[in-house]
Nanobody, 123 residues
Framework: QVQLLESGGGLVQAGGSLRLSCAASGRTFGAYAMGWFRQAPGKEREFVAAITWNSGSTDYADSVKGRFTISRDNAKMTVSLQMNSLKPEDTAVYYC????????????????WGQGTQVTVSS
């Protein structure tokens, strides 16, 4: 199993930047990609970005492409999300999880979600 801890959220003005981090620990088997998801009040959790663990290939939701950058450090077992040009609609709780691409989308391989980290963007 793997435990995930998100951090780096906060309150920022529109147009500003934040960098989120996801630290992994524990025991895990297999080579899974990592992804970021977010959930705003009254909305379903949605995919934000993904990165493969070995090759570093990335994929982004259209809503964040060009503004967000996902990266990973395998040695440190961390995944980051650099968020630039933030908009109020980016306000949400952000979660990370192991993901796999199937049925035309990136999906968490389990339903074990951490606390997430709150991102609030003011206008």
């Amino acid at each position: 199993q793997v435990q995930l801890l998100e951090s780096g959220g906060g309150l920022v003005q529109a147009g500003g930047s934040l960098r989120l981090s996801c630290a992994a620990s524990g025991r895990t088997f297999g080579a899974y990609a990592m992804g970021w998801f977010r959930q705003a009040p009254g909305k379903e959790r949605e995919f934000v970005a993904a990165i493969t663990w070995n090759s570093g290939s990335t994929d982004y939701a259209d809503s964040v492409k060009g503004r967000f950058t996902i990266s990973r450090d395998n040695a440190k077992m961390t995944v980051s999300l650099q968020m630039n040009s933030l908009k109020p609609e980016d306000t949400a709780v952000y979660y990370c999880n192991q993901v796999s691409f199937f049925n035309g989308a990136w999906n968490a391989i389990n339903d074990y979600w951490g606390q997430g980290t709150q991102v609030t963007v003011s206008s």
